[in-house]
């Protein structure tokens, strides 16, 4: 949450900030600011509350520079507010800061040294600008040993990017748990919150490990570890293409990406089969095999892919499957077996509460893999193992096609696994003819749109709540559904188990009440159409997404059959559009809901 950006040696400052602001938009919108400087000292600070356009329409042509850093703000401390938008000043507005993290013991830095000092806006980096500021006001250290001591003394996460106004030539950055990079050019050099928001100006990417403190100017950058030693670090080659993180001719990046998803199948197939072998590291095999049960860790959309991953997972490598909710892990922690593995599911890979889950089980020397979208991201270096999903980026804040890749990518694993071990049922499973068969099927949805789009009109139109339900695999298919369709068009949704309505939800069942039911399994078809006529009795307007080896006369919308497996990776399909649509026809934003963020970077 909250993206950074800086630049240093640049002749268009500005434009590079904005453009990789832009870029970070996803990781929150709340309000965003930048600082621009040239070498003679002609200094800018802009901020506006909202999005990067607000901020665009407050900067004039004569703000320009060398240097500069940009913050994009997801609120944690202090509403969205211009006062505490960054970059944040220290006490003689001399040294500039912009944070994305969470400092624990701003409140208690405050007190021990801070005394007297006058604070515009009540965020903990505000706080972290002022420490440093004194530090070197009063304390005369240089900026560098001022930001090295204050960073002795923050406790929490930070992806810091600082500039002394008095020598706009240098970038200082360090980073803990939140995700920082160098980008790295020809006579300028750049920092990021990711890749993505450097790729118009360079593929050359330094990583920043945790702790370090790194000075970039514009024709050198300099790492030191925590004891102040110099690192030495190979760069490396982002495989990210301009086009890839573009929205072409779409309206939104949601529309491209759940319309993306046949191709995701594809070329997941193609990354991980090849001469009729499934390419997964011995070495990961081996963990699955060796571990006696498997627990994945997960939040949101990742954790309902897991579920959707639970069932064949446990049938083709014979080794049960827990579920746990990363932010609940560390209080309600599971009686753990003796050989444990660790799976993280992560689209982004930088996900707070998974990560704590993952330091943690590391201490207690459990293996760990991590299933994710960014190789590289946090979650990944962290791990023993990954498996990138090789979906391209996801820029909506809902996301689609990570959570059918994730599950494609896990049936990869299962059935690698189960393979080598000689099991029955995945040496009968074509994978790569049933992976083909999803694609089919969801070329076949997507053709549907239009159909869609008008039942989102007669079925949800005007609602303010509605409910998802499904057995089995289309009870997970109805969670992530329902998480879906809330999170962007807000409608109140909740994901049931079709039987379990009954026990109490049905009450909330009204004249008029939207039920969208799940159907892919024929041996428990009739006991979820049994639930459809007790609330179609009680008055609900019952919307029917139905395979079509279930298909019944008056179902709404057919989807193409698939293996039982991969059912969710077909059913979703019309649930992902379903939320697209309603939230288009409440004309609300579909790439960026309210008080969400794509990077959820605090625990
Ligand atoms: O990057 P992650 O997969 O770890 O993110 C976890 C959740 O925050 C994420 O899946 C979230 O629920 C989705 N953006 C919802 O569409």
């Known amino acids: 949450m909250c993206g950074i950006v800086g630049v240093v040696g640049s002749k268009n400052a500005t434009d590079i900030l904005i453009q990789g602001l832009q870029k970070l938009e996803y990781r929150g919108y709340d309000s965003a600011g930048i600082f621009v400087s040239d070498e003679r000292k002609n200094q800018s600070i802009i901020k506006a509350v909202g999005r990067i356009s607000s901020l665009q329409e407050k900067i004039g042509i004569e703000v320009n520079g060398s240097i500069g850093i940009g913050h994009t703000r997801w609120a944690t401390h202090g509403k969205p507010t211009e006062n505490n938008a960054h970059p944040h000043a220290s006490e003689s507005n001399r040294i500039l800061l912009v944070h994305n993290g969470v400092v624990e013991n701003y409140k208690e830095i405050k007190t021990e040294y801070l005394n007297g000092h006058h604070f515009i806006g009540e965020t903990d980096t505000e706080v972290c600008a002022h420490l440093i500021g004194k530090f070197i006001e009063v304390d005369h250290l240089t900026p560098k040993d001022a ?3 204050a960073l002795g003394i923050i406790e929490g996460s930070y992806a810091f990017a600082m500039v002394d106004r008095e020598d706009p030539t240098v970038i200082y950055v360090a980073k803990n748990k939140s995700p920082l990079l160098v980008g790295l050019g020809e006579g300028y050099n750049m920092v990021g919150s990711d890749a993505m928001a450097m790729i118009r100006e360079t593929k050359q990417f330094l990583e920043i490990h945790d702790k370090e403190v790194v000075i970039v100017k514009k024709d050198s950058v300099e790492i030191l570890d925590e004891a102040g030693i110099q690192q030495e670090r190979d760069a490396f080659t982002a ?6 993180i573009g929205k072409g001719t779409y309206p939104y990046y949601m529309l491209k990406e759940i319309d993306e998803q046949p191709a995701v199948m594809r070329r997941i197939m193609q990354n991980y089969f090849k001469d009729g072998k499934y390419l997964v590291a011995d070495e990961i095999k081996k963990a699955v095999i060796e571990a006696d049960r498997i627990y994945i860790v997960a939040a949101g959309t990742s954790y309902h892919a897991g579920y959707a991953s639970k069932t064949f997972f446990e049938e083709l490598t014979d080794t049960p499957v827990e579920l746990c909710i990363a932010s609940e892990f560390g209080y309600n922690l599971p009686l753990l077996s003796k050989k444990p593995l660790f799976i993280y599911i992560s689209q982004s890979g930088e996900t707070a509460d998974s990560r704590q889950v993952l330091v943690k089980t590391k201490e207690l020397g459990y293996p760990a893999l991590t299933v994710t979208n960014v190789p590289g991201s946090t979650l990944s270096r962290e791990a023993d193992f990954t498996m990138a999903l090789h979906a391209g980026p996801e820029i909506a804040v809902a996301s689609t096609k990570a959570y059918t890749a994730q599950i494609a990518v896990m049936s990869i694993l299962a059935k690698a696994v189960g393979e080598e071990i000689g099991n029955e049922k995945a040496k009968s499973f074509n994978l790569i003819q049933e992976l083909s068969l ?15 789009e008008s039942k989102v009109a007669e079925y949800l139109k005007d609602t303010r709540n509605a409910f998802y339900i499904g057995r089995g695999q ?29 026990h109490g939800t049905i009450a909330l069942i009204e004249e008029g009440t939207p039920v969208l039911a799940i159907i892919s399994n024929k041996s428990i078809a009739s006991h979820t159409r049994g639930n459809i006529m007790e609330v179609s009795s009680r008055g609900a307007n019952v919307l029917k997404v139905v395979s079509a080896d279930c298909q019944e006369e008056g179902d709404d919308i057919l989807v193409g059959n698939v293996h039982s497996y991969l059912t969710s ?16 026809q409440r004309g609300l934003d579909v790439d960026k809901p309210r008080n969400l963020a794509k990077s959820v970077t605090v625990e």
């Open 147 to 149: 930001f090295v001591k």
């Open 438 to 452: 999803v694609a089919t099927s969801m070329v076949a949805t997507l053709a549907e749109k239009e159909w869609i």
């Open 474 to 502: 289309d009870y997970f298919v109805s969670m992530e559904a329902a998480l879906k369709l809330k999170e962007i068009s807000y409608i109140q949704c909740e994901g049931f188990a079709a039987g379990e309505l009954k």
């Open 239 to 244: 495989e990210l293409d301009l086009s890839d």
């Open 569 to 584: 990776l077909a059913m979703v399909i019309p649930t992902q559009l379903i939320a697209y649509y309603a939230t288009l």
